[in-house]
C-alpha cells in the first residue's frame, strides 16, 4: 500500500479534469449578448453566449477572436462584406478588424478569446459585457 502513497499525492495536486456539456451550460444562460466563460485553456477563454438581434461595431486591437456556432445563423458584418455561420461552423475575426455580429433569430455560440478581452473591443459603451463570469 505504501506504493500508492505518492502516485496518489500527485494525483490530487493535478487540476480537476471535467466534461463540459453545452446544452447543460446554455441551459443556464438567459440573457443576450452576456458571454460566460466555461473553461480556460492557458491564457483563452471558452465563452458560451447567447445572441439576438444587432451588436456594435467594434474590433480587438490586440487578439483574433474565434466565433463558433453551436445553434442558430450568425452574421457578422464586415467593413467590406459579410460572412455567415450556421451551426457546426466557425470563423476567426483578425485582429484590428471591424466586426458587427447579428442574428435576426437566437444563435447560441462559443466564444474563444484571450483572458480579459471585452465584449464591445475599443468601443466599449452600455453593451459591454462583465468579464469572467463563470457559469
Ligand atoms: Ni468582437
Known amino acids: 500500500m505504501l506504493g500508492?502513497?505518492?502516485p496518489y499525492a500527485t494525483v490530487l495536486l493535478m487540476p480537476e479534469i471535467r466534461t463540459i456539456n453545452f446544452a447543460d451550460k446554455l441551459a443556464l444562460i438567459s440573457e443576450h449578448w452576456m458571454p460566460k466563460v466555461v473553461t480556460e485553456m492557458?491564457?483563452?477563454q471558452f465563452k458560451?453566449?447567447?445572441v439576438q438581434g444587432e451588436f456594435v461595431w467594434h474590433s480587438h486591437a490586440d487578439t483574433d477572436e474565434t466565433f463558433i456556432v453551436i445553434e442558430g445563423r450568425l452574421r457578422i458584418e464586415l467593413r467590406d462584406g459579410h460572412i455567415d455561420l450556421g451551426p457546426g461552423?466557425?470563423?476567426?475575426?483578425p485582429k484590428g478588424v471591424e466586426h458587427k455580429p447579428?442574428?435576426?433569430?437566437e444563435v447560441q455560440m462559443l466564444l474563444i478569446e484571450p483572458r480579459g478581452v471585452r465584449n464591445t473591443g475599443d468601443?466599449?459603451?452600455?453593451?459591454?459585457?462583465?468579464?469572467d463570469v463563470w457559469i
Open 42 to 44: 492557458n491564457d483563452y
Open 123 to 131: 468601443q466599449g459603451g452600455e453593451r459591454s459585457a462583465p468579464n
Open 102 to 105: 447579428c442574428a435576426p433569430e
Open 48 to 50: 458560451l453566449v447567447k
Open 89 to 93: 461552423e466557425m470563423a476567426v475575426v
Open 4 to 6: 500508492f502513497a505518492q
